[in-house]
C-alpha cells in the first residue's frame, strides 16, 4: 500500500476508526460490567450480562419493538433532513426580508420545548400511528440541519461567486459547483447531529403516546420494574444511531474525503 494513495489510506482511516470503536466498546462494557458487580443492585444497574440475558429470554418480542421504532427514526431522519436541504436552498433565493422573517420563524418554533412540541404532534396525528413519532423524529432532524446547512451554503467565498458570475452561471450551476460542495463537510456534521436527533425523537413521540415501539418498551418495563429490559431498549436505541452514524461516515469519506485529511495533517 502506497502512503501517497488517497484510497488506500481512506481505507487505512476507516480500518482505525473501526479499531478504536470496537476498543471504546470493549472498554466501556467492562467497566460497566465491574462496576454493576461492585454495586450489587441489578434492579438499578443492571450490568450487561443481565441486560443481554434480559433479551435472550423474549429476543422476538424485542426485535418486533426495535423494528418499529427505526422504521420511525429511519422515515423521520430521511423526511426531515430532505426538508431541511430543501429550505436550505429555497432560502437562499428569497428576497431578505422573507428569509429574515423565515429564520425568524424557525428559531422560535426551536425555542419550543421538544417535549411540549412532541405532544401536540401525537395529539394532532393520533397516538396510535407511526405517522406522529415519524413526524416528531422528522422535525427533530430538521432542525438540527436547516439553520447550519443554509448559513454554510450562503457562506461561499466571494471570489468563486465572483468567477462563476463571470462565466454568466445560473442558480443550479451555483450550487452544483460551489454552494454545496463548499458546504458539504458542515452539511455531514450536521446531518450526524441530524440522525441522533431523529432517535431521540422517535422515542419522545412514544412515550408521549404509542402502544409499541422501544419508547412504550421503556414506559412499560419501568411499570413493572423490569429495570434490565429499560436498558435492553437504550442500548438497542444506542446501537440505531450507531448504525445511522457508521452509514454517514461511509458516505462523508466518499463524498468529502479530501477535508478529512485536511482535517487530519492540522
Request: glycine residues 6%; hydrophobic residues 60%; contains cysteine.
Amino acid at each position: 500500500m502506497s502512503r501517497f494513495d488517497p484510497e488506500a489510506r481512506r481505507m487505512s482511516l476507516a480500518d482505525n476508526e473501526v479499531t478504536r470503536w470496537l476498543l471504546f466498546g470493549l472498554v466501556f462494557m467492562t467497566a460497566w460490567e465491574v462496576a454493576a458487580t461492585a454495586y450489587d443492585a441489578p434492579f438499578l444497574l443492571p450490568g450487561p450480562s443481565r441486560i443481554f440475558a434480559e433479551f435472550v429470554r423474549a429476543p422476538g418480542l424485542i426485535m418486533i419493538n426495535a423494528w418499529i421504532t427505526t422504521q420511525e427514526i429511519v422515515l423521520g431522519f430521511l423526511i426531515g433532513s430532505a426538508l431541511a436541504m430543501l429550505a436550505a436552498l429555497v432560502l437562499l433565493v428569497v428576497p431578505r426580508w422573507l428569509e429574515d422573517f423565515i429564520f425568524r420563524a424557525v428559531i422560535t418554533l426551536n425555542s419550543i420545548p421538544f417535549v411540549a412540541l412532541a405532544s401536540l404532534v401525537v395529539v394532532w396525528l393520533g397516538a396510535n400511528t407511526i405517522a406522529s413519532k415519524v413526524a416528531i423524529a422528522g422535525l427533530y432532524a430538521f432542525f438540527a440541519l436547516v439553520y447550519f446547512a443554509h448559513k454554510e451554503m450562503l457562506s461561499t467565498d466571494p471570489l468563486k461567486e465572483e468567477l462563476l458570475t463571470s462565466y454568466n452561471a445560473d442558480f443550479g450551476q451555483r450550487v452544483r459547483y460551489l454552494k454545496l460542495p463548499s458546504a458539504l463537510p458542515v452539511i455531514f456534521t450536521s446531518l450526524k447531529g441530524a440522525a441522533m436527533a431523529a432517535v431521540n425523537g422517535a422515542i419522545v413521540g412514544e412515550l408521549f403516546g404509542a402502544f409499541q415501539g422501544l419508547g412504550f418498551m421503556i414506559l412499560d418495563s419501568r411499570y413493572v420494574g423490569n429495570t434490565a429490559r429499560v436498558f435492553v431498549a437504550a442500548v438497542l436505541c444506542t446501537l440505531v444511531g450507531w448504525i445511522m452514524l457508521g452509514i454517514l461516515a461511509v458516505l462523508e469519506r466518499r463524498f468529502v474525503g479530501w477535508h478529512l485529511e485536511m482535517t487530519r495533517q492540522t
